[in-house]
């Protein structure tokens, strides 16, 4: 069974700073997706990075980076230069590329508090 | 920028009443799904659907649920007979062929009283 555990339910940082939100994920599967997703109070979730599992690069967007380390399943999300705007819920998300499905697992989320 | 759209924001209804929640996906998207989060848990994947049928659906999806695209833009899921435990977030979701992101709706409020 594939689960997304995220033991940070909350987070904070102070504006401008760095923030890293865990992740791990259990699974059988050699191949598949991870996605960090972000939803602000009241808005929907939007994509904040994905990672391929067979890529050993991490992958990066801008002010967002990620961690992934496959062996330990681990995958944390590194927020540099945190602005006020960062301030939302983060889910963390798996899924494996199959025809016709795709659907994700996500974690219980991590809600992350920037302070000015 | 396209959104996924849904409606009602919010809706109460009493155990036992069908509620049927709307969702209208992105219009070039193939992929549709239904998600849910009760309130202080995780998000559950509920059904995804493809060239008009269901193509994976979880355990939570018993007879009690159902999906329907009644138009070309229209994606819909309706519970037949609500419980209390329906009370959640309900969140649709859309994604085109050949791509890796889903793009969420702003989700419906349930309520079952």
Not at chain 1, 49 to 64: D, P, S, V
Not at chain 2, 30 to 46: A, C, S
Not at chain 2, 82 to 101: H, P, V
């Amino acid at each position: 069974a594939q689960t997304v555990t995220q033991s940070q339910p909350e987070m904070s940082v102070q504006e401008a700073e760095t923030v890293t939100l865990s992740c791990t994920y259990d699974t059988s599967e050699s191949d598949y997706y991870l996605f960090w997703y972000k939803q602000p109070p009241s808005r929907q979730m939007i994509l904040v990075i994905r990672q391929e599992a067979y890529k050993q690069q991490n992958a990066t967007e801008n002010r967002f980076s990620v961690n992934f380390q496959k062996a330990a399943k681990s995958f944390s999300l590194k927020i540099s230069d945190s602005q006020l705007g960062d301030a939302a819920m983060y889910f963390c998300a798996y899924r494996i590329p199959r025809t016709g499905a795709n659907n994700l697992f996500f974690g219980t989320g991590t809600r992350l508090t920037v302070i000015p | 920028e396209p959104e996924v759209t849904q409606t009602p924001s919010h809706q109460v209804t009493q155990m036992g009443q069908e509620v049927i929640l709307r969702c209208v996906p992105i219009s070039n998207h193939l992929y549709f799904y239904w998600y849910r989060q009760i309130l202080g848990q995780k998000v559950e994947f509920l059904v995804s659907f493809y060239n008009n049928e269901i193509s994976e659906k979880s355990e939570i999806f018993d007879d009690q649920f159902s999906v329907e695209r009644p138009d070309g833009s229209n994606f819909t899921l309706k519970i037949r007979s609500t419980k209390l435990e329906d009370s959640a977030m309900y969140f649709c979701a859309s994604m085109r062929d050949g791509s890796y992101e889903q793009y969420f709706g702003p989700g419906t409020r349930l309520t079952v009283t």
